[in-house]
């Protein structure tokens, strides 16, 4: 069983950066792919980011590409988000995930962004 603790999120101003950090434990997420999520209130949860087992490659949701960077180190056990000239639309709750086969196996608890305008 896997889990996965979400960190990094706080108060930042538009145009700020934050990173956040999803470790893991219980198992190790080289088998995994990799996702970042995001619920603002009154949403669904929406697609953020992905990344392939070994990094080789990554996927974005439009509203974030050229912003936000994911990344992963194995050995660490933790994927990234690097999140970058923030809008006061990033506000969310961020989730990380892993996937096996298309479905999610194992999500965080989430960790609060908020960017004030």
């Known amino acids: 069983q896997v889990q996965l603790v979400e960190s990094g999120g706080g108060l930042v101003q538009t145009g700020g950066s934050l990173r956040l950090s999803c470790a893991a434990s219980g198992g190790t997420i080289s088998r995994y792919v990799m996702s970042w999520f995001r619920q603002a209130p009154g949403n669904e949860r929406e697609f953020v980011a992905g990344i392939s087992w070994t990094g080789g490659n990554t996927y974005y949701a439009a509203s974030v590409k050229g912003r936000f960077v994911i990344s992963r180190d194995n050995a660490k056990n933790t994927v990234y988000l690097q999140m970058n000239s923030l809008k006061p639309e990033d506000t969310a709750v961020y989730y990380c995930?892993?996937?096996?086969?298309?479905?999610?196996?194992?999500w965080g608890q989430g960790t609060q962004v908020t960017v004030s305008s």
């Open positions: 995930a892993a996937e096996t086969s298309g479905q999610y196996d194992y």
